[in-house]
């Protein structure tokens, strides 16, 4: 896809977001979630950004340095932007068994960054086991629900809650924290 270069655009458009994934679900939840944060509309667009991460991320590091590495590597291809957004999820354990979460980083075109974690849940044991054996939580999903790519339409969440979250509600929350030093930035 092409994109306008920032300065085609007049003082009147509205400002642009590039999110640093094509996925459909990140896309929307973006717009959605700066819309109701900003109380004005976004141009908000998807880029194919490197995570630089495992494919399955694990852990809250190396989850939030996918969702960072999003973030540098849209600002590399598409610098005119005014904000960029970096969502990755990833997985965890503990005593209590496998669960799964997202970080989100974004940036604006001053360098001021703001982050957050979405909720977390846990993984039904037969899908930690397959993700154990090498497989990403979205193919594991697909093979043990008979979906078809599922990450780019509820998800995890969106399947074990039956649809009462789905997976853009689930970002959605987190990107509007992720906000908090722009809506603030007097604090930050």
Same mark, same amino acid.
């Given at each position: 896809?092409?994109?306008?270069?920032?300065?085609?655009?007049?003082?009147?458009?509205?400002?642009?977001?590039? /999110?640093?994934?094509?996925?459909? /679900?990140?896309?929307?939840?973006?717009?959605? %979630?700066?819309?109701?944060?900003?109380?004005? @509309?976004? $141009? /908000?667009?998807?880029?194919?950004?490197?995570?630089? /991460?495992?494919? &399955?991320?694990?852990?809250?590091?190396?989850?939030?340095?996918?969702?960072?590495?999003?973030? +540098?590597?849209?600002? #590399?291809?598409?610098?005119?932007?005014?904000?960029?957004?970096?969502?990755?999820? @990833? $997985? !965890?354990?503990?005593?209590? @068994?496998? =669960?799964?979460?997202?970080?989100? =980083?974004?940036?604006?075109?001053?360098?001021?960054?703001? #982050?957050?974690?979405?909720?977390?849940?846990?993984?039904? #044991?037969? $899908?930690?086991? +397959? $993700?154990?054996?090498?497989?990403?939580?979205?193919? %594991?999903?697909?093979?043990?629900?008979?979906?078809?790519?599922?990450?780019?339409? !509820? @998800?995890?969440? !969106?399947?074990?809650?039956? !649809?009462?979250?789905?997976?853009?509600? =689930? =970002?959605? &929350?987190?990107?509007?924290?992720? +906000?908090?030093?722009?809506?603030?930035?007097?604090?930050?």
């Amino acid at each position: 896809m092409n994109f306008p270069k920032r300065e085609n655009f007049q003082a009147s458009e509205k400002p642009l977001v590039i /999110v640093g994934s094509k996925n459909p /679900v990140k896309i929307a939840c973006t717009e959605s %979630a700066f819309t109701e944060a900003f109380a004005t @509309g976004f $141009i /908000v667009n998807g880029i194919n950004a490197a995570s630089q /991460v495992s494919d &399955q991320p694990k852990g809250d590091e190396e989850t939030y340095l996918g969702a960072r590495n999003r973030v +540098l590597n849209s600002k #590399k291809t598409f610098p005119e932007a005014d904000y960029w957004v970096g969502i990755e999820g @990833g $997985i !965890g354990e503990d005593g209590r @068994g496998m =669960y799964a979460f997202a970080w989100i =980083y974004i940036e604006n075109k001053s360098g001021l960054h703001g #982050k957050a974690k979405t909720g977390t849940f846990y993984l039904p #044991k037969a $899908i930690a086991e +397959l $993700i154990r054996s090498g497989m990403e939580l979205g193919i %594991a999903n697909d093979q043990f629900f008979a979906q078809e790519n599922s990450k780019q339409n !509820g @998800g995890a969440v !969106g399947i074990l809650t039956r !649809g009462t979250i789905t997976r853009q509600t =689930y =970002y959605n &929350q987190a990107i509007v924290l992720a +906000l908090i030093p722009f809506l603030n930035n007097e604090l930050f």
